[in-house]
């Protein structure tokens, strides 16, 4: 039992590595070479965990491989693009302006009811208030609307609006989050100075503390008060 769990200790941290090394595109939306080393993977790690009597650097060795040969493949479709649309095919066009390409509807492999499913995820209900429907290479459908079916902006209103930019976390569960608070411009003075301001003496009893990149604070206690 032991061997088995210091055997798992070592293929999760080589998978974590290896997934890291290989980049964050992996723990997203994977075109299909990454989905073929995500599988194999998978039944690397699962090898010496499951069967004691592998030894374990049957298991190391061809993860590290995949790893190097995935990097040297992705480098390979950014200079070679010929290469990749070959591997990953290319983006496809099923809606042009509000018409549904029946054609190129078949030669994906999609049904009507799956491209109607998708366009209401995008929120929309009617194919028509569609401008472009694009199935992506890692089997994502992008939806355009048309400018008359889209809501109007602040700019078609002539309304001008204060850019508020991201919220950044400065105190999450008492813990001050170094990260937030230099994204944020704040200096931990700053930040007290607000604390005490709100009458809140020690950090630890904050739940959340928040400020945007238009200087807006957002303060949740841990006593459940809450101040903008």
């Known amino acids: 039992m032991t061997v088995i769990l210091i055997r798992l200790v070592v293929v999760y941290v080589l998978l974590t590595l290896t997934v890291r090394f290989m980049g964050k595109r992996q723990i997203g939306e994977m075109q299909m070479s990454e989905l073929v080393v995500a599988f194999m993977l998978s039944e690397l790690a699962a090898m010496p965990i499951t069967d004691s009597s592998i030894p374990l650097l049957y298991s190391v060795l061809p993860i590290v491989l995949l790893a190097v040969l ?86 078609d209103l002539s309304v001008r609006v204060r850019e508020s930019g991201i919220c950044h976390t400065l105190i999450a569960d008492g813990t001050l989050n170094e990260t937030g608070i230099c994204m944020a411009g704040v200096t931990e003075e700053e930040l007290f100075a607000y604390l005490k301001k709100n009458g809140v003496n020690d950090p630890a009893d904050v739940f959340l503390l928040t400020r945007d990149d238009a200087h807006r604070w957002n303060l949740v206690k841990k006593d459940g008060g809450m101040k903008q």
């Open 70 to 155: 995935e990097i040297l493949t992705s480098f390979a479709f950014l200079h070679l693009p010929g290469l990749s649309r070959l591997a990953n095919g290319v983006p496809q066009v099923v809606i042009r302006h509000g018409v549904i390409d029946r054609k190129m509807l078949e030669s994906c492999r999609m049904t009507l009811s799956e491209l109607m499913g998708e366009l209401r995820l995008n929120g929309y209900g009617d194919p028509t208030d569609v401008a472009y429907a694009i199935l992506e290479e890692n089997g994502r459908l992008s939806v355009i609307g048309r400018a008359a079916a889209e809501p109007p902006r602040a700019s």
